[in-house]
Structure formats: structure tokens, C-alpha cells
């Protein structure tokens, strides 16, 4: 038999098994109340608009074409749509601005594709968006710490960067209720961040794929807004902003897409070309279809109800917490983020967790590029009711109370 | 403004435009009997199956699962109706040999990510599948001449590629109908291939697209079924079979599939959710439903009406090609190959023949990794009727006749 490890290229020892895939499983479970996955609540799929969606294909002029191979960049009036989108949250820019992915995770891919050589340096937050670690890895680079608004001087980036053997190509973050803190990065650290750019020259790849699920607070412009709002037009902007329907509409179908100056935005659809020829044709024609048509409205009701989880989860932390536990306090997204006191491990708490509390969560670590972080863990409120969240969290409380009194005894 | 060019990967300089593609916008001109494309005839897609299929999903009860984020292994039913398939061609498998991908392009592009680190060599015949380039470039390998059958010998391969800094990973091939020849490797030549693979401990990758497109003779059981024969499973062979949905159904839905050894398969779907998570949920519960119900009346339809079209252009290159052109005999698929006089240009003959002939097909040139190939083109019969086959090809040899006499003169 082949040794296959003797003749995979070097990037694949960088590919592991997530730990949050693997959790996922657990979901499952009748009696386990999960807070791990990072999933929207199937429940608010827009079910009948998308039934509705590929009947009206399926009897319309355009079924020889849904089903037929189309071009890289996506389908023409799906990114017309998103530039209307784009433009209300003060992105001006044109179709040919955008390319239509296989979701926002192909988006991340590409991106550490297209920049990283090996021993390039990407910027990321600690603790970061575990899926664009995974991304990034295939194309073996070094992480630095990206601190927004912080004190570390672009000449210390790149210094490091130099010292590992490449340099730094761009900073990842998600400005919005990211996953996995739920925390929003200010106006004012995002211009910091604009200026870290401009002065290391290098690319700024914003995720926005929460951008929209906003419950209370007011909306900050997107970096790439920011960006725009400096120098005249996209065209002429180093940030790379990638946005999802998987949070809004539905995450089966794999649509998402990149908005970005254009010659990045050529590079990235001869990518695409290459890699997968384009995504799914009917699948972007249903998506065009139920954005047209109600996006706002089904937009509305996800922040209603989420909203409404978001309060009960903070409630019952407030509750039931112990001292020494914090936890973010998110305007919108899908998750809160606790901090256990310093010595406590997440991933050993869960493994008791799931037999004595039955609650899941996904332990932090795996969240941070550099290991650290094992006293932190993620909690989704999406897909639990507001019992399940009460019951949950006071399990879960309970549970670390124990184990700080055991730490103390 | 960034220079952009300076922060891309080293990687990004081999993503090169498609001349296939660019090509592909000629077949909206009406004037153009075009015979560039390699897609299907979007009139066989079996409409009413699929739209039969969304309904059905819409109305059962897994609406929710079909809207869903899935498992990156792919849909198992699908993968279960696969492994009936695979049986009936003498590839016997579980699920878990299996991979759902968007299409077989993204196959090929993550066994190039999968295999290739830079300078690593890639064996491809002269030509080949020019998306097999393209996927294959993004990982900066070099190539080497794969003759099935030829009499290069694996120490011959292996100091060339060690020379160029790397060494041979795996022997790239279609071997049913290929892209962009139409010729079929005969049995004798896929075993040799097996015989050289171990020799050198390398992959296989069989390129499966066209496979089930047989119109006459014996059908060449696949090299994966060889290998098996030879070794007793699936688990202890090299050979990594990729298949498409893209030629016997729809393209449009990008799905397909990799067939391979458990090491194999474990490290794609690592891979996968790290890249796109997984294929569209509500593509692979559509494809199965289709394909469960008449996948092989679909592709008896398929075979007959392309058969006719194979019968008719193979009638009218004898009829109206002047001496010294020669084409290929195919046994199945959509394609027939010409070669030209030595010192003809298939790029300045398509240049003419746009304004005078008004033919489209595609230049020989891009599908040969080393660039040679000048004076062959590929003209697919697939989507044109035999009318419109024996006008195009009756016009396109009048103006080849032209070109050899302007040349002797």
C-alpha cells in the first residue's frame, strides 16, 4: 500500500479535524442542550419564499440556464442586487466589483490563496474565526496578533514577519458581532486599522458575515465603507470585505460573496475558474429570487428572534454566574464568549459537561492561533429557545461554580 | 493604491485567463455555428425530473435538513447510490470511500492541493484537460509527458523531476473519451500504467467525466477496477478516481464525486471543510432523487443523441476534409480532435474562420502542458444538430483546404 503521508504536499499536515465539526455531532443527543454549534435556527429558514423560488425556475424561461454551466464571477443579476445592498450600508461600487462564492468560507480560502505564500504572515485576532485558521493553514503561513487600535507600530509587524521568512500580507477580521467573541470593533479601531494598513501596505480581508444581524446599538460603517469614504471609490481600497446568505437565508445552498477593487476581483474569478468553474447556477438564481423579493423582511425576523435569545442568555448568566466568570455582551450575531477563571481548562469542563450538566459549548482554544485561550469558551444562542437557554446556562453555572470551589478547596 | 501584483502569492502569477472561456461568449452570436464548447445540450437536461425533485424536497420533511449547513463528506444517500454504481463498474466501495464535490473541477483541484508542493512534478499526457492545468498550476508544479503505454521509464521520470527540484507525485489521465481528444487508453495501457504507478509509488488520478458516455464497442472496465482486481480492495490501491454529474445530468448544481482509499478520502474532507465546508445540501438531495429514478434512462438518452451527432460529424470531416488532416475516431463523449498540417496555427485559423467561415471550436495549443500543439483544434459535436454539423464542418474544411493550397502556392 502507498505511504500516503510520504507523498501529500507539505500543507497538508497543517489539516486537522475541527473540533466543532466534531462537535456538532452532539447536537443530536435529545439530552444535551447544545450551545455549541454555530448555526442558524432552521426553524427561521425562509422555507415556502424558496419553494416558491425554484418552481417559479422550473417554469420559467430560465430552467435550461439554471441547470447549465455559467460564468466564474456569478450570476449577473444576483451581484447587480448586492451592489443595491452594498450601497445602503455606504459601499458604492459595480457588479464588476463582485464575485459570488460557495459561500463565505470559499471566499476565505481563495483569499489565503491569492496572498499567502509559505512563511507569509496573516494578522489575525486571538482569539479569531476558527474556519479562517482552517482556510488560511492549506497555504502555510505564520500568524501575528492583529490588536485593533492597539500599540503594536507596523514596523514591529513587519520585523517579525521578516524574521519568519516572509512578509505580512494582509490583516482577517470580523468587525461585527464576530464569531466567536460576538464583540464589534469601533469606528475608531477601525480607522486605526485603515491607517495600519495604508502605512504596512498590505490588505485588510473584513468578514462580514454577521454584519446584518444587528439587534440594538448603532450600525458602524464597514471598514471597506470607511475605506471608500477616504479615498473616492473602491477601486482604489486594500480591503476585501466577504459577506454570506448562509445566516440570513440559508447556508444549504453555499452562496456568498467578496466585494473588492477590481483587480482583485479579476484574480479572484480566474481562482474560481480554476478551482470549481462557478457556484451552483440555480442556486444563485434561487437565492436572486428570495432577496428580490423579501430580504429585509426575512433579515427582520432572524434579529427578532435572536434578539430575543441574545437578552435571555444574558439574563441567565447574570443570574447564575459565578465571580470570576465574565462574558461579552454582543449587539447582534449568534454568540457570547466566556472567560473561566485563569487555570481552568474548557475542554476538560466540557468532557464533564456533556456527562453530568448534558450542556455543549465549543471550548476557546481552538479559536486562538497561538494555543492559548483554554479558559474561554463559546456559547451560541441561536438555535436554543429561551427555556433551553435558562435551563442551560444555569446547568452550565452550577457546573463551573463546582469546579472554582474545588479549585479554592 | 496597492500594488497588488506585489502582495499575491507566488502562486497567482500561473492564474492565466482561459482561452475555452473566453471562447464560450462567441456561442451567443448567432452567425457562429459553434463547436467550441465543451458543455452539454442544455435541451437533454431532464427539466421535468429536477423540478419534480425541489418539489419533493419542499414538501417532505427534510426541507430544514436541505436549506442546512451538512457534513462535508457529502449527502450519504447520494454517496450510497453511488457505491451501487460504482459496483456495476467493477469498483467496489463503501460510503467511505467516497467525497461529494462541486463538480469534478473542484476534485481536481483539491488533489492538486492535496498532492503538489511547489516544483513537485505532475505526469499529463500532451494534451490534456486544460482545467486539469489550470487546477493543477494554482500548487507550481511542473509537468512531464505521460504516454500510457510509452517507453519512458520510471527512473527516467523520477531524475527529471528530482532535477527540477521535487518529485513526481501522481499521473494525471482521462482514459474514456478524454478531454480534449476523444480517445480512449486501451486495457493493455492502463495496466502498464498501474505497473509504472507502483514502480514509482505515485497516484493515479482517473478522470471519470465522460466515462458513462459510451456509444459502441467494449466497454475498459476503469484503472481504478484494475487495481482493485490486482489488489483485493479499494484500500490498498493508488488510483483516485474522479466522476461529474456535469455531462449525464446537470452542471449547473456542481456536483461530483472522488472515489478513492480511506487515507485519501479522510485528508479531502479535512480539506474540504477547511475550503467550502461541503456542496450544496439541497444540489445533492436534488441529484439523488434524479438520479435514483432514471439516471440510466437520462443517460441512454444522452448516448443516443450525441452518438448521432458523433456519427454525423465523423461523415462530414470524411467528406469535405482535405488530405492532410487527420482527426480522431471517438468511441464516446462529446469531442473529435484534428490535426493540421505541421506549421499550420489553430489560433490564426480560428481568427480567420470567425469572420469568414463562421465556425467556433477551440485552438489545440492550451490543452498541451508544454505549449506545443500549434496545429490541432477540438471541435465538440454535442451541441449541434447534425444539420447544423455537416454546414459548419463542410464550411470550416473549405477554408482549411483554402489555407493548405494558400501554402503550397
Given amino acids: 500500500m502507498l505511504d500516503w503521508e510520504s507523498i501529500f504536499a507539505t500543507r497538508s499536515s497543517r489539516m486537522r479535524a475541527s473540533e466543532i465539526r466534531e462537535l456538532l455531532k452532539l447536537l443530536d443527543r435529545p439530552d444535551i442542550i447544545s450551545f455549541a454549534g454555530g448555526i442558524p435556527d432552521p426553524a427561521l429558514f425562509p ?3 424558496f419553494k416558491t423560488a425554484y418552481a417559479d425556475i422550473f417554469s420559467g424561461p430560465s430552467v435550461g440556464a439554471a441547470l447549465q454551466y455559467s460564468v466564474s464571477e456569478g450570476y449577473l443579476p444576483l451581484r447587480e442586487w ?3 445592498e452594498m450601497a445602503k450600508i455606504g459601499i458604492p461600487c459595480e457588479a464588476e466589483n463582485i464575485l459570488i462564492t460557495s459561500g463565505s468560507q470559499q471566499a476565505l480560502d481563495y483569499l489565503g490563496k491569492l496572498f499567502l505564500s509559505p512563511n507569509d504572515t496573516a494578522l489575525v485576532t486571538w482569539p479569531t474565526y476558527l474556519g479562517a485558521l482552517q482556510a488560511f ?3 502555510e503561513p505564520n500568524y501575528d496578533q492583529l490588536t485593533p487600535g492597539g500599540n503594536r507600530t507596523p514596523a514591529a509587524y513587519q520585523e517579525t514577519a521578516a524574521k519568519a521568512g516572509g512578509r505580512v500580507k494582509f490583516a482577517y477580521l470580523s468587525a461585527d458581532f ?4 460576538g464583540e464589534t470593533v469601533t469606528r475608531t479601531q477601525r480607522e486605526a486599522l485603515i491607517d495600519m494598513a495604508d502605512e504596512m501596505d498590505i490588505a485588510i480581508i473584513e468578514d462580514g458575515a454577521y454584519q446584518s444581524l444587528r439587534f440594538n446599538g448603532d450600525a458602524i460603517p464597514p471598514i471597506l465603507a470607511l475605506e471608500i469614504a477616504r479615498k473616492g471609490t473602491i477601486n482604489e481600497t486594500r480591503t476585501i470585505y466577504s459577506g454570506s446568505f448562509s445566516k440570513t437565508l440559508a447556508p444549504g445552498l453555499r452562496v456568498g460573496f467578496v466585494v473588492a477593487a477590481m483587480p482583485v476581483i479579476r484574480k479572484l474569478v480566474l481562482m474560481k475558474q480554476a478551482a470549481d468553474l462557478h457556484s451552483s447556477t440555480i442556486n444563485q438564481m434561487a437565492i436572486c429570487h428570495v432577496a428580490e423579493r423579501g430580504f429585509d423582511r ?3 425576523k432572524i434579529r427578532s428572534v435572536y434578539s430575543q435569545r441574545r437578552d435571555a442568555m444574558l439574563k441567565a ?3 447564575h454566574m459565578p465571580d470570576g466568570v465574565s462574558w461579552t455582551r454582543p449587539e447582534g450575531g ?4 466566556l472567560t473561566l477563571p485563569v487555570g481552568m481548562e474548557g475542554a476538560a469542563l466540557l468532557a464533564k459537561s456533556l456527562v453530568t450538566a448534558k450542556v455543549a459549548f465549543v471550548p476557546g482554544k481552538a479559536f486562538f492561533a497561538d494555543g492559548s485561550g483554554a479558559n474561554t469558551l463559546r456559547v451560541s ?4 429557545n429561551e427555556t433551553m437557554i435558562e435551563e442551560g446556562i444555569s446547568r452550565l453555572a452550577n457546573l463551573i461554580r463546582g469546579e472554582i470551589l474545588a479549585k479554592v478547596a
Fill in 137 to 139: 493553514n492549506a497555504y
Fill in 334 to 337: 449568534m454568540f457570547v464568549w
Fill in 381 to 384: 444562542f441561536s438555535c436554543a
Fill in 178 to 181: 464576530s464569531n466567536p467573541t
Fill in 82 to 84: 448586492l451592489v443595491g
Fill in 298 to 300: 426575512q433579515v427582520d
Fill in 317 to 319: 448568566l447574570e443570574t
Fill in 47 to 49: 422555507d415556502a419564499e
